[in-house]
């Protein structure tokens, strides 16, 4: 039985955002998504999840996607941990077990550091291809596309399906493995949210922001107790996944998944892949949750 995609709006933490839900049965999952991305990335996960009748939630980050804007007086990390925060206890009341928080890149980070706050009911968390490890140079990276320097540098206004098409494109060449085998509605769902130069401007400006946050504010490791399971693409052009060596070495026990011949978002590339490995080490996480020893540390 396929349980029903939920679409509403949610007020977390003082911002109102868009949540993508599944009610349903074991680990609860809270699903976060990258820079410049926004809850539609998980939605091919969350249809096998609802084919399965598993309970999770997906939501935009605040700046991302249709959440609220960012604070301009404050950092942005933590903004985001609020947001994070509030959702794992949103759906843990809803659940009634601790969650596995599960999230790309950015969200990735953000997963690593709610998982550093013991307060939190998480069960697990699962950073695949994360931000914030190595010196970054994913932003570099995208602010150096050619067709990302002509579309902010033309002198006339450009149409929104220019924009699009502009955005989709650097999407495909830079998050993908085999860019041309990304299909129409996946671009369509994350260029949704790039509909003109001045969300474009935007998400650049966000990023320059963050930045100095993400390298100057390591995710505190030792402070993790839950399980964790890293998971990368072999092929990752924006996040390198030798990076993940200071996960591993802070917490040799962490489960790696390299997955082969995959790019930077492998909820898109290989979504079955992934649930498989959500599955199991999800069931496992919570198990390890619910064990005496586990509560007693």
Known sequence: ???PLFEHRLDLAGFQTRAL????EGPPLLLLHGYADSADTWRLLLHRLG???RRALAVDLPGFGTASR??????????LDRLVAAAARHLADEAGAPVVVAGNSLGGCAALRAAADPSLPIAAAVPIAPAGFDHATWLRTIEAQ??????LGAPLPVPEVAVRAAVGEVFRQLAFAHPRAASGEVIAAFTQHHRSRRDLRRYLATGNRMMPELLNEPIPFHRIAVPLMLIWGDRDRLVGHRGGRHLLDARPDTRFELLRDVGHCPQLEV???????????????ANH???PRARTG
């Open 1 to 3: 039985m396929q349980e």
């Open 21 to 24: 839900e599944l009610e349903g």
């Open 51 to 53: 084919r399965q009748g």
């Open 70 to 79: 960012l604070a301009r007086d404050e950092l942005v990390l933590p903004q």
């Open 146 to 151: 050619p067709v990302i320097r002509h579309l």
């Open 271 to 285: 979504p079955d892949r992934v649930l498989t490995l959500l599955d199991d080490f999800g069931t496992g996480a």
């Open 289 to 291: 949750a619910r064990s």
